[in-house]
């Protein structure tokens, strides 16, 4: 069976400094994988999806993941926080057969401060 | 501006009541969802319909109905709800379920309260 997880409920960073999410999956075969964003009382948004082309992936307002098969990761990064940063964030695996249902981690929430 | 659109944004009603929410898009997406999801929790899937058709009900208690009369448009009907069903419920489209990858857009969702 497939499983996500994100390690660290809660990350803070400063403004200007790296952030790192860390997402790492579990699947007998690579997946489909999927970084979004939540601000508060809104939907997901989509930050970017792995699909087996390039192992760097780069996304929206900024963000790259990097899929490394060895260690089963799909980790976020940014180079430089900026405040509108601060949400919720998901990692997704999607099933490779069948319904491609998603699977979520738990969610990080990045606090960026001034 | 989001491309799934959810009414309303805000519901209160009774555990007697009978209400419905609704999600549009005009994607030309043919797969739909129904999300459930707690406060800082990730979404929980209910429902899923592929070509208007309910693919997936994720073992859902029957006071959740869900139509999707066509193509753009996914309702969920809801009866006799209990408080712990206060949540939001976001809705979610896609291009197809069998056809990987597919990303879901999601709407802002409709936040719900059960008195």
């Known amino acids: 069976a497939q499983s996500v997880t994100q390690l660290g409920s809660h990350v803070s960073v400063s403004e200007g400094a790296l952030v790192l999410l860390r997402c790492n999956y579990s699947s007998s075969v690579p997946p489909y994988l999927f970084w979004y964003v939540q601000y508060p009382n809104q939907g997901l948004q989509l930050l970017l999806k792995?699909?087996?082309?390039?192992?760097l992936v780069k996304g929206i307002n900024g963000f790259e993941a990097e899929f490394k098969k060895s260690e089963t990761s799909f980790h976020l990064t940014k180079p430089s926080a900026h405040m509108s940063d601060a949400a919720e964030y998901f990692c997704?695996?999607?099933?490779?057969?069948?319904?491609?249902?998603?699977?979520f981690g738990t969610g990080t929430r990045l606090k960026v401060l001034a | 501006d989001t491309e799934v659109t959810q009414t309303p944004k805000h519901l209160v009603m009774g555990m007697t009541n009978k209400k419905s929410l609704k999600c549009e898009q005009h994607?030309?997406?043919?797969?739909m969802y129904w999300y459930k999801q707690k406060a800082k929790k990730p979404p929980e899937l209910m429902f899923v319909?592929?070509?208007?058709?309910?693919?997936i009900n994720e073992s859902v208690p029957s006071r959740f109905s869900p139509e999707c009369p066509n193509s753009s448009l996914l309702n969920l009907h809801l009866h006799a709800l209990q408080p712990e069903d206060s949540a939001l419920y976001l809705c979610a489209s896609s291009q197809g379920i069998t056809r990987a990858p597919q990303p879901q857009h999601f709407g802002d969702g409709t936040r719900l309260s059960i008195l």
């Open positions: 319909y592929s070509y208007e058709k309910l693919s």
């Open positions: 792995y699909t087996s082309a390039a192992t």
């Open positions: 994607m030309g997406h043919r797969a």
């Open positions: 997704a695996v999607s099933s490779t057969s069948g319904t491609y249902k998603y699977i």
